[in-house]
Each structure stands twice: as C-alpha cells, then as structure tokens.
C-alpha cells in the first residue's frame, strides 16, 4: 500500500491551518467547509480543459485527515432526498490520489474538498459509474450547432473567393446522473465545411471570422471558398465539440469522445459578370447595354 509520508502530511498540515483551503492544480481551488469548486484567488485561468493527474474517491466516514479524525461539520450536514420517495443522500469528503497508483489506500490520503452530500447507495463507484456512460449523456445535450455564415451573401460571384465562418460558443449544462450534480462544458473544437458543390474543408479548428465589405471577394481567408460554377449550392457547416464533467463540484474531467453536430445548410446563390464597353450611362441612355431597361437577345 502506497500513503503519503508523515513529512508530507506535516508540511500540508502546516500550509493549510488557517483556511485549510486546497488548490486543485493551478486553476483551481476547492473550499474544504462547502465543496465548492473555485478560481484561484490569484487570478489564475479558469479554463475547463486540464490534465487532471489525479483520481477520487468519496469517503462515507468523512475523515478530515488519516483514519480517525472526523470532520465535525459531517454532523452537523443534511442530505435530504432530492425527489420525491428518494433516498437521503450522505455526508462524504472527497479524497484524491495520482492516478498511476492503483487501488490507494484512501483513508490515508489527504482530502481535497469539505463535507458534500452524496446521493448514491454505492458512493464508493458513483464516479467509475458516471465515467461509464458520460460520453453517453454529453451526446444527448441539447448542444447548439451555431450557423455557418457567408460574405457576401446570398449572392456571391463566380471565381471569387466567398468568405465562411462559424458561430458558435462553448456551452455549459447542469444535468443529474446517478443522483449526482454533474456539470458538463461542451467546447467547439474543430469545424467541417461543406460548400455544396462537392468541396469540403477540414476538419480545421479554425473557425473562421468576419471581414469587412471592402473585402468582399477580393480577401481570401483560411476558410473562404471559390465556386467555379454559377449555381444554387447548399452549404453547411459540422462542428465537432469536446467536452468536461464535473460531479457534485468537483475538478473538471475530460470525456473520451466528441459530439458533432451539423448546422442547417444555407443556400449560397452564385452568379457571374460579363463586362464591355458602353457609348451612354444608363442615365443618358436607359437601354444601353447592361442597364435595367435594356432589352436581351
């Protein structure tokens, strides 16, 4: 069995007696009497996307530190039922441990969270549990898929370069899974165009972005397109999303998977010009070749 020394728990012992406030990699920190998950005081990111090292267990007898010390506030928590004819939920701590370990001894390694309810009749497998059916329940959120956007539009021209981009923001979801709150962030990751007329760009995490009139079929971005053909063409836009959870406040995780969801197709109408030379304005003569009133062969 693998436990940390008693140096170790000394030196975090001495770093923690004033708040006893555990940071949670860089980013995070976790308030040991309410559970709640927080931002650094120090300003540090507060990005979802970490490499958590670590792995957690859910300690039903509530020990603050090592075998035999009780935090006092799991007596005085409640964990009524969340419905109606649930069961009540129970006072637990969360504990971590490096994830290269396998089967810690949890009762000797320091908790990084206060007392929190937990509503599972096995809350030592509640979060294997949610790991395995998590990718499940993220594909079913209702994830909004954005639109993809043209310029110009709806009309562009023939051999020149017509400007996509994607509109679309990373989301966030409260659901309940196995009795538990979990939070799940949905992050646009990468993006495929399809332009209608049997061309496709990416996947490419480029999303593309608006530019001015000025530019209109004279600036090619990353993600503009040119159509050779005039024509209607449907263009549409697939967004592949990555996505973390985060159960009962705890540290973000990363989910082994991707949803990608396609936009509705909007429809690009592309036409050509023809130029030549003119005698008359259209103001001195209104049938003058490419005037309004001029008559066609």
Request: proline share 10%; aromatic share 8%.
């Amino acid at each position: 069995m693998t436990t940390p020394s008693s140096a170790a728990n000394d030196t975090w012992a001495a770093n923690n007696a004033g708040d006893r406030g555990i940071d949670i990699g860089a980013r995070f920190r976790i308030d040991p009497q309410t559970g709640l998950l927080g931002p650094r005081l120090d300003g540090s990111a507060t990005s979802q996307e970490i490499d958590d090292p670590n792995q957690y267990m859910a300690d039903t007898h509530c020990r603050a530190d090592g075998p035999d010390t009780k935090d006092p506030g799991c007596d005085a928590l409640e964990c009524p039922a969340t419905t109606a004819g649930g069961e009540d939920g129970t006072p637990v701590i969360w504990k971590e441990a490096p994830r290269a370990i396998t089967n810690p001894g949890w009762t000797d390694w320091i908790p990084v969270s206060g007392p929190t309810c937990l509503y599972d009749p096995q809350p030592e497998n509640v979060l294997a549990n949610i790991a395995a059916r998590i990718l499940t329940d993220f594909r079913q959120l209702p994830v909004n898929p954005g639109t993809i956007e043209a310029q110009p539009f709806p009309h562009t021209l023939k051999g020149g370069p017509t400007n996509f981009y994607a509109t679309t923001a990373e989301q966030g979801f409260d659901v309940t899974i196995l009795g538990q709150t979990v939070h799940l962030t949905a992050t646009p990751a990468n993006y495929t165009y399809a332009f209608g007329d049997g061309s496709t760009l990416g996947p490419t995490p480029v999303a593309g972005y608006s530019i001015p009139e000025t530019d209109w079929l004279n600036n090619e971005t990353r993600t503009s397109h040119i159509y050779t053909e005039t024509g209607n063409y449907q263009a549409s836009l697939t967004t592949s999303f990555t996505g973390t959870y985060s159960v009962n406040n705890g540290p973000p995780l990363p989910i082994n998977g991707t949803l990608d969801i396609t936009t509705p197709a909007k429809t690009i109408h592309v036409w050509k010009t023809e130029r030549a030379l003119v005698a008359d304005t259209c103001q001195e003569n209104p049938n003058s070749w490419g005037c309004p009133g001029a008559k066609t062969d």
